[in-house]
């Protein structure tokens, strides 16, 4: 049986691969604020997470994205998660995310004719951190980096790191959409299963790091 996961990546590694060769296509996809202020053309806050700018941006987002995306799914579809529901839930976990992890670069970019951004980073961080939350004493690093640190500390890291370079600007890397993927991974997870389960992440998340400790 296909994944949800494995289905994403291949749509996305398809569209990509096509937009490489594409410019047109590329530009019709792209994140480009001005295009969604003066022509509604809000689909490109979706659009922009199946495309991206070569392929080490591609192959480094939909590993990552693979790494961390098949456990969450399978927890998603497990009990005490969301059973049936599970891999609908993950699905708009991800596409959601995409949306969500760009509107502070919306509101900050209305008008700037200059500014463009593509990639899913924003949502494979939501899933990033969905894990995080839920298994947040496993061991985890960056890819290249042979230093690990328990989840928990990874996280704080990583968000703090994204909003200092996203503060700091002068970057073709959008951190901010980074940094809002993470969050908000954060809080789907807490308010679907505040709403769906009578699992309590913040609870288990608590319990996990004092254990760690003890």
């Known amino acids: 049986m296909i994944t949800a996961t494995i289905a994403i990546i291949a749509v996305t590694c398809v569209i990509s691969f096509i937009s490489f060769s594409n410019e047109r296509l590329m530009d019709d996809l792209i994140f480009y604020p001005p295009a969604i202020t003066h022509r509604n053309q809000w ?3 979706i659009t922009c997470g199946f495309i991206h700018a070569n392929i080490p941006h591609l192959a480094f987002n939909m590993y990552s994205f693979y790494m961390f995306g098949e456990v969450i799914e399978k927890w998603f579809s497990a009990d005490p998660f969301f059973g049936e529901k599970g891999q609908l839930v993950f699905v708009i976990l991800y596409i959601s995310s995409l949306i ?3 509107l502070p670069t919306y509101l900050n970019n209305k008008e700037n004719y200059h500014y463009k951004s593509l990639g899913a980073s924003g949502a494979v961080s939501a899933i990033v951190f969905a894990f995080i939350f839920l298994a ?4 985890i690093g960056l890819i290249f980096i042979p230093v690990k640190a328990p989840a928990f500390i990874f996280g704080v890291i990583y968000l703090a790191v994204s909003a200092f370079l996203a503060k700091r600007g002068n970057s073709h890397i959008n951190h901010s959409a980074h940094f809002w993927g993470a969050v908000f991974g954060i809080v789907f997870l807490i308010i679907t299963c ?5 699992f309590r992440p913040v609870d288990h998340f608590i319990e996990e790091v004092k254990a760690y400790f003890a």
């Not at 947040?136 to 061991?139: G, H, I, L, M, R």
């Open 136 to 139: 947040p004493t496993q061991s």
């Open 100 to 102: 969500v992890c760009l």
């Open 43 to 45: 689909y490109r806050f």
């Open 194 to 198: 505040q709403f769906l389960t009578q």
